[in-house]
């Protein structure tokens, strides 16, 4: 799965969850419409005078969430920023073609309130919840880089085989021998040391006295 697919996927949910910083420092979530998606970018609308507005333009941190009927579901993270003046109707007449049942809500001329937003740059973490072993992969959008999340067996492994016995995807192996006695994470196919296809990141790490 890339970030256009990731993105795509939000797009096609549509109707993902978006959160934001209130004035009072306090998270504000609300549903939103993913409007359109192309070349990495997210592009989405609201209407000046709303708190979601307001919201955004004093904090341009964001983070979207959409979950589609297979379990799969997307997390973006990163910031939106209002498109200049010179675009904003252009953008809001492409938006409009793109989403016929808009000039429903908003007839004629009094589209023009809306105002648009692109998220551009950002991490993507993307679950498949649908699969067993579960899957999880760490993404970047733009030139944002990857941030890796999940658990990592680590030097400090002596090779005792809790985490083994304990992980519930299953997705830890015996590294085979007195020499090598460290469990190892299941080999990713495409040939990358210590990444698992089939689950990247699901894996659990246990110190020698069982703590995380």
Not at 50 to 73: C, I, M, R
Not at 75 to 83: I, K, N, S, T, V
Not at 89 to 101: A, G, Y
Request: net charge negative; proline share 4%; aromatic share 8%.
């Amino acid at each position: 799965m890339g970030s256009q697919e990731c993105l795509e996927l939000l797009r096609g949910v549509r109707d993902c969850a978006f959160a934001t910083i209130d004035r009072n420092g306090l998270p504000a979530v609300r549903i939103i419409d993913v409007m359109l998606v192309e070349e990495g970018r997210l592009f989405f609308c609201t209407a000046r005078g709303k708190d979601f507005y307001a919201e955004l333009l004093a904090n341009s941190a964001v983070a979207v969430t959409g979950l589609n009927d297979k379990w799969q579901t997307v997390r973006l993270m990163g910031r939106a920023e209002r498109l200049a003046d010179a675009e904003q109707h252009t953008m809001i007449d492409r938006i409009f073609e793109e989403n016929p049942l808009m000039n429903e809500v908003y007839p004629g001329e009094t589209r023009y309130i809306l105002e648009a937003f692109v998220i551009a740059e950002g991490s993507i973490e993307f679950f498949d919840l649908g699969k067993s072993p579960i899957c999880r992969e760490s993404l970047a959008l733009g030139k944002a880089p990857v941030t890796e999340k999940g658990f990592f067996i680590t030097e400090a492994c002596i090779g005792c085989g809790t985490c083994a016995s304990l992980c519930p995807q299953q997705c830890i192996e015996d590294g085979g021998s007195l020499s090598a006695p460290f469990f190892q994470k299941i080999p990713d196919k495409t040939g990358n040391s210590g990444r698992n296809e089939r689950n990247r990141g699901m894996i659990l790490h246990f110190l020698h006295d069982g703590k995380l």
